[in-house]
């Protein structure tokens, strides 16, 4: 156990729709970066907040934004959804922004349809 | 900027043997490498990185990794493989910058037979 929760741990969307993913943080940590994970692939970078900063993107439309909140939870959001955004959405906790070792939680898996 | 490679989509080991799962890195400057792990279903785990000091680095479940600047390298080694550690293996680079993010390969699926 990491001490990452995300929610919801699987979801149903239609194109054009628009979808929340969330994630609390490890206690203590406040750094959150958001990857996603096409079946077969290795995680992409897709942004990084650090004390509720956005501090670091990835090759990803604006369609994909964030947030972070006092308590260092996170949310990514996905407008306009498209089929090729189907995957493994994770989250990833840090003590620091320099620190590297990253802890996961267990993914929202998005399946657009 | 930086990366990194993991040329073998999938290896195949047999239990009790040693196992090698390969990296090659990209970096400007001194890298900062890293060793996760991804079980079926599940978010990736921590098993080791490389910072600075020696070149044979110790991780979680028996693992090690070594480093070797002249061959740009970082593969992930273990002495004698277990059927439980069949996972899919991720090497990973922090991409020294404004962010630091972590930067991952595209991972390979190790298969121990028993």
């Known amino acids: 156990e990491t001490g990452v929760t995300q929610s919801p741990t699987h979801l149903i969307k239609t194109r054009g729709q628009q979808v929340t993913l969330r994630c609390s943080s490890q206690s203590g940590h406040n750094t959150v970066s958001w990857y996603q994970q096409a079946l077969g692939q290795g995680p992409q970078f897709i942004f990084q907040?650090?004390?509720?900063?956005?501090?670091g993107r990835g090759n990803f439309p604006p369609r994909f934004s964030g947030l972070q909140f006092p308590n260092y939870s996170s949310e990514l959001n996905v407008n306009a959804l498209e089929l090729d955004d189907s995957a493994l959405y994770l989250c990833?906790?840090?003590?620091?922004?320099?620190?590297?070792?990253?802890?996961f939680g267990e993914g929202s898996r998005l399946t657009v349809l | 900027a930086q990366s990194v490679a993991q040329p073998e989509d999938q290896v195949n080991v047999a239990e009790g043997n040693p196992l090698t799962v390969k990296c090659t890195y990209s970096?400007?400057?001194?890298?900062?490498l890293f060793w996760y792990v991804q079980y079926p279903n599940r978010g990736l785990q921590f098993l080791l990185k490389y910072i600075t000091g020696d070149n044979l680095v110790k991780g979680s479940y028996g693992f090690e990794a070594e480093f070797n600047k002249s061959q740009t390298s970082f593969h992930l080694k273990k002495p004698s493989a277990l059927v439980s550690d069949s996972a899919l293996y991720f090497c990973?680079?922090?991409?020294?910058?404004?962010?630091?993010?972590?930067?991952f390969g595209k991972g390979t699926r190790l298969h121990i037979l028993p």
């Open positions: 990973a680079v922090r991409d020294i910058g404004r962010d630091d993010k972590i930067i």
């Open positions: 907040y650090y004390r509720e900063e956005e501090n």
């Open positions: 970096v400007s400057g001194n890298p900062y």
């Open positions: 990833a906790s840090s003590a620091s922004q320099r620190n590297g070792e990253l802890f």
